[in-house]
């Protein structure tokens, strides 16, 4: 199997960072400078994304796989958006690999359907229609999706523009596979299994992730924790950098 790219900084506990959607592991780096003070932070690109274009994976499963070749034997995991995803369902078919698990502005299933609030489907069909013409217009259209309401939005795109165009564009082929999972992909029933400590965070003012889910996600995995970034959208790492890796050193030293 060919080898994911990952980039790995400090000592301590392992940490991996999963990114979302359309970005690569380099919108990690502020995070990972903070985190790395303290824990070995590890982050890598999934198939198909910045470094790690030229791979590819089928469906989530596929990628899970991928990431866990070259994980560490154990390590928390945090994923982001299309990240959390991953990162929760290597934690409910390979639990034995995580000892706890962070989702930011992630939900279990994105898209929405009656009595669940999520993206509708029309903007993710949108979505893929765009990408056949101009990707990175539209990369640059979800980022901007990503940083509105956030007072700083401005500056958040700014910033992680600069970081994930400092690597390969992706392959768009991965993009569209990306957008069937957060069309089809449901861990919800799964949720209640999770055995090891579960902490979930969104921002206020997320479009794509709204606060209702943060509601219903406490309903279906009780024994998880909660916190909401009251002047974050989407990125809450980028919006509120400081209180973000001071909320996951908590957990994480808990």
């Known amino acids: 199997m060919s080898k994911l790219h990952w980039q790995s900084q400090g000592e301590g506990l392992d940490i991996v960072l999963i990114h979302g959607w359309g970005m690569n592991g380099a919108v990690w780096q502020p995070t990972i400078d903070a985190l790395s003070v303290k824990f070995r932070v590890h982050s890598v690109d999934l198939p198909g994304y910045g470094l790690s274009h030229a791979q590819s994976a089928q469906d989530l499963d596929d990628m899970c796989q991928q990431v866990l070749a070259q994980a560490p034997q154990k390590a928390v995991y945090l994923g982001w958006s299309l990240g959390g995803l991953v990162a929760t369902n290597i934690a409910l078919n390979h639990p034995d690999r995580v000892s706890k698990l962070i989702t930011v502005a992630s939900s279990p299933k994105f898209a929405a359907e009656k009595g669940w609030r999520g993206i509708l489907p029309k903007v993710l069909t949108d979505f893929t229609s765009q990408l056949t013409s101009n990707f990175k217009l539209t990369i640059e259209g979800f980022m901007l999706l990503q940083a509105l309401g956030s007072p700083s939005a401005r500056h958040d795109v700014k910033a992680i523009k600069k970081q994930v165009f400092s690597r390969p564009m992706p392959d768009p082929e991965a993009l569209r596979i990306g957008l ?25 003012l997320d479009g794509l992730v709204p606060n209702k889910v943060a509601t219903l996600v406490s309903e279906l995995a009780p024994s998880s924790e909660c916190c909401i970034f009251h002047s974050s959208s989407h990125a809450p790492f ?17």
């Open 180 to 204: 069937d999972i957060l069309s089809e992909v449901d861990l919800r029933p799964g949720l209640s299994d999770i055995s090891m400590p579960f902490l979930r965070l969104y921002g206020r």
């Open 238 to 254: 980028m919006s509120e950098p400081e209180l973000f890796c001071e909320t996951v050193e908590g957990f994480l030293e808990r």
